[in-house]
């Protein structure tokens, strides 16, 4: 079978026993399967697939937790020629309304033909399932027959698997991503931390499995090297976070990558109790990305866990889309993180990136990986000069085809093989610096700004929960100038300790930390702002929200409903963890 798709990797993989993928469960025991035992689990559910009537090219929607049998459906779904759409399971389940309308958005998208879905997580997706009607209805793989059905042969071209974007912005888009381009985003990634005799690489992830980070940078980096991944439920790790150090020592694992958000979580609720007998000294390579990338958080994980081992060259920020399968840039491997310092009123005024003492710093995340190239343009679609910030376009063999049954949104952001990425930056001795998303940006007084600078000053106040603040700026009708908002969720403490005196916390910190003036600041009850399938904070369905009188300040929810969503959130969230223990 070809190498250049999916199941050619899977095959060949099989013939590797010593090497598979490793699953963590809520007692940290570890189960390993094989690469040998994936491919006959694949082949066995391919067969149940044709048996049902499951045809090449034919999208079937896969809802699981992290587990075995996601990777069964997955690959599965391969070898049958089909085409593996991951959905994200409900986290919040005291929103399922939410869940239930995005999830049958999703499957009208791509009008699924099956839905294969986890025995514990079926009962909740009743109404989004019945909206979307896929033919073949909802069903576990358990539940359908056993077959005979030969592996079904694919090309480089054909579709491999669909994955949403994270819709910060916008509602999720259907990304189609082709075999050839998938494979040649693990061969790009691979081929940037080599094995050598001295070092032959491994993997530990807490990342969620239907998303691109997850899926493609972990499972299929370990399948096309192949060797071995250690897989963590990330509900487990955001209850535990030292569960995911503990796996990096314990398999001595080199290769792991979280968004900024979790190296802060770990500098806050791990303790050196968590930590007894933790070695990091063989993490090599510990990627952060999907998110910005905050340099004192970068710091604080470094000082924090130097003391068990973790090297700080290890540390290595990188950048990549859904719509270019995954990585677009990486920093340089075994050197220490580089960040500049750039003046504001230069970034803010004329968009030009000028090195400053005391100025705004950001973090570089490297250069093109693989085989792909970047522009940054202006408007009007010019190539800018290093230092000019602009719109960043790449373009390379992973590219996606395009959006799924979208011709024009296709059409907008794939121009001449350049992907439009939205994302504004620029380049400073060659390297890659992040400003934010064009649709985020903070536009105060006719300048622009970053919203992230201003959430991270909110993140230091006591009582405001890290990583869990929108700032976001709009013209109401009328006005004189814009408003800026900060919406932010506070820690169940914070409550008692007194709203105002946050929300004047909070305005302090922004003003010295970037010399804004928040006009309003609203404090809310925690899980309030709505976030991606992959975590991300929306800002502009935040704005929305705010506008429409659909985020309530925690003096404005009756005690009552707050409390019986809690309970029923948390018995629904127990029952789930104890059914996916116990079975």
Same mark, same amino acid.
Request: charge should be neutral; aromatic fraction near 6%; include cysteine.
């Given at each position: 079978?070809?190498?250049?798709?999916?199941?050619?990797?899977?095959?060949?993989?099989?013939?590797?026993?010593?090497?598979?993928?490793?699953?963590?469960?809520?007692?940290?025991?570890?189960?390993?399967?094989?690469?040998?035992?994936?491919?006959?689990?694949?082949?066995?559910?391919?067969?149940?697939?044709?048996?049902?009537?499951?045809?090449?090219?034919?999208?079937?929607?896969?809802?699981?937790?992290? $587990?075995?049998?996601?990777?069964?459906?997955?690959?599965?779904?391969?070898?049958?020629?089909?085409?593996?759409?991951?959905? =994200?399971?409900?986290?919040?389940?005291?929103?399922? #309304?939410?869940?239930?309308?995005?999830?049958?958005?999703?499957? #009208?998208?791509?009008?699924? /033909?099956?839905?294969?879905?986890?025995?514990?997580?079926?009962?909740?997706?009743?109404?989004?399932?019945?909206?979307?009607?896929?033919?073949?209805?909802?069903?576990?793989?358990?539940?359908?027959?056993?077959?005979?059905?030969?592996?079904?042969?694919?090309?480089?071209?054909?579709?491999?698997?669909?994955?949403?974007?994270?819709?910060?912005?916008?509602?999720?888009?259907?990304?189609?991503?082709?075999?050839?381009?998938?494979?040649?985003?693990?061969?790009?990634?691979?081929?940037?931390?080599?094995?050598?005799?001295?070092?032959?690489? $491994?993997?530990? $992830?807490?990342?969620?499995?239907?998303?691109?980070?997850?899926?493609?940078? @972990?499972?299929?980096?370990?399948?096309?090297?192949?060797?071995?991944?250690?897989?963590?439920?990330?509900?487990?790790?955001?209850?535990?976070?030292?569960?995911?150090?503990?796996?990096?020592?314990?398999?001595?694992?080199?290769?792991?990558?979280?968004?900024?958000?979790? =190296?802060?979580? @770990?500098?806050?609720?791990?303790?050196?109790?968590?930590?007894?007998?933790? #070695?990091?000294?063989?993490?090599?390579?510990?990627? @952060?990305?999907?998110?910005?990338?905050?340099?004192?958080?970068?710091?604080?994980?470094?000082?924090?866990?130097?003391?068990?081992?973790?090297?700080?060259?290890?540390?290595?920020?990188?950048?990549?889309?859904?719509?270019?399968?995954?990585?677009?840039?990486?920093?340089?491997?075994?050197?220490?993180?580089?960040?500049?310092?750039?003046?504001?009123?230069?970034?803010?005024?004329?968009?030009?990136?000028?090195?400053?003492?005391?100025?705004?710093?950001?973090?570089?995340?490297?250069?093109?990986?693989?085989?792909?190239?970047?522009?940054?343009?202006?408007?009007?679609?010019?190539?800018?000069?290093?230092?000019?910030?602009?719109?960043?376009?790449?373009?390379?063999?992973?590219?996606?085809?395009?959006?799924?049954?979208?011709?024009?949104?296709?059409?907008?952001?794939?121009?001449?093989?350049?992907?439009?990425?939205?994302?504004?930056?620029?380049?400073?001795?060659?390297?890659?610096?992040?400003?934010?998303?064009?649709?985020?940006?903070?536009?105060?007084?006719?300048?622009?700004?970053?919203?992230?600078?201003? /959430?991270?000053?909110?993140?230091?106040?006591?009582?405001?929960?890290?990583? @869990?603040?929108?700032?976001?700026?709009?013209?109401?009708?009328?006005? #004189?100038?814009?408003?800026?908002?900060?919406?932010?969720?506070?820690?169940?403490?914070?409550?008692?300790?007194?709203?105002?005196?946050?929300?004047?916390?909070?305005?302090?910190?922004?003003?010295?930390?970037?010399?804004? /003036?928040?006009?309003?600041? /609203?404090?809310?009850?925690?899980?309030?702002?709505?976030?991606?399938?992959?975590?991300?904070?929306?800002?502009?369905?935040?704005?929305?929200? =705010?506008?429409?009188?659909?985020?309530?300040?925690?003096?404005?929810?009756?005690?009552?409903?707050?409390?019986?969503?809690?309970?029923?959130?948390?018995?629904?969230?127990?029952?789930?963890?104890?059914?996916?223990?116990?079975?």
């Amino acid at each position: 079978m070809r190498t250049d798709t999916l199941g050619g990797l899977l095959e060949r993989a099989a013939r590797r026993p010593d090497v598979g993928l490793r699953l963590l469960d809520r007692s940290e025991r570890a189960r390993f399967v094989p690469w040998s035992d994936v491919w006959r689990r694949a082949v066995d559910a391919s067969a149940r697939l044709q048996r049902a009537g499951v045809g090449p090219g034919e999208r079937v929607a896969l809802i699981y937790p992290t $587990s075995i049998e996601f990777i069964d459906a997955l690959f599965g779904c391969v070898l049958a020629g089909a085409v593996p759409v991951p959905l =994200y399971p409900p986290v919040r389940l005291h929103r399922l #309304d939410e869940y239930s309308a995005r999830t049958a958005a999703m499957l #009208d998208a791509v009008s699924a /033909e099956l839905v294969l879905v986890d025995r514990r997580i079926r009962p909740i997706l009743g109404a989004a399932v019945t909206a979307a009607g896929p033919r073949s209805g909802c069903r576990t793989l358990s539940e359908l027959a056993d077959g005979r059905g030969a592996v079904v042969s694919r090309t480089a071209d054909d579709l491999a698997l669909i994955q949403f974007s994270s819709g910060t912005t916008v509602a999720p888009k259907p990304a189609a991503l082709s075999h050839g381009a998938v494979v040649a985003q693990a061969v790009a990634l691979n081929g940037h931390w080599p094995d050598s005799d001295a070092c032959v690489h $491994s993997g530990v $992830s807490w990342l969620p499995l239907y998303h691109d980070m997850g899926l493609i940078g @972990c499972v299929v980096t370990a399948l096309e090297r192949p060797g071995t991944m250690t897989l963590i439920p990330p509900e487990l790790f955001l209850a535990r976070p030292a569960v995911w150090l503990r796996a990096i020592s314990t398999t001595s694992a080199t290769i792991s990558v979280a968004p900024n958000f979790a =190296y802060g979580l @770990c500098v806050e609720k791990i303790g050196d109790d968590d930590l007894e007998g933790v #070695d990091l000294s063989s993490w090599r390579v510990a990627l @952060c990305g999907a998110e910005p990338v905050v340099p004192q958080v970068l710091r604080r994980f470094i000082r924090r866990f130097a003391p068990y081992g973790l090297r700080p060259e290890a540390v290595t920020p990188v950048y990549g889309l859904s719509e270019a399968t995954l990585a677009v840039t990486f920093s340089a491997i075994d050197t220490p993180f580089v960040s500049r310092r750039f003046d504001r009123e230069a970034l803010s005024r004329d968009g030009r990136a000028v090195e400053a003492a005391d100025g705004l710093e950001l973090v570089s995340v490297g250069r093109p990986v693989g085989d792909a190239a970047v522009r940054i343009v202006d408007a009007d679609g010019a190539d800018l000069p290093d230092g000019l910030i602009g719109e960043l376009l790449t373009r390379g063999s992973s590219l996606m085809a395009g959006y799924f049954g979208r011709p024009k949104a296709t059409r907008e952001v794939l121009r001449d093989g350049w992907l439009h990425t939205g994302d504004l930056g620029f380049r400073h001795d060659g390297e890659l610096y992040l400003t934010g998303r064009g649709k985020d940006l903070l536009i105060i007084r006719g300048r622009n700004h970053s919203p992230t600078e201003v /959430e991270v000053a909110a993140d230091g106040v006591p009582g405001v929960r890290t990583g @869990c603040s929108v700032a976001v700026s709009w013209l109401p009708d009328g006005a #004189d100038g814009e408003v800026l908002l900060l919406l932010a969720e506070i820690e169940r403490r914070g409550r008692a300790s007194g709203a105002g005196d946050i929300g004047e916390a909070c305005r302090a910190a922004v003003r010295t930390a970037t010399g804004l /003036e928040l006009d309003h600041v /609203e404090l809310l009850e925690p899980g309030t702002l709505p976030r991606t399938s992959s975590g991300k904070l929306r800002r502009q369905e935040s704005l929305r929200l =705010y506008l429409a009188g659909e985020l309530l300040p925690p003096d404005k929810v009756r005690p009552w409903r707050l409390a019986g969503a809690a309970v029923r959130g948390a018995l629904d969230v127990a029952r789930l963890n104890r059914d996916r223990h116990d079975g």
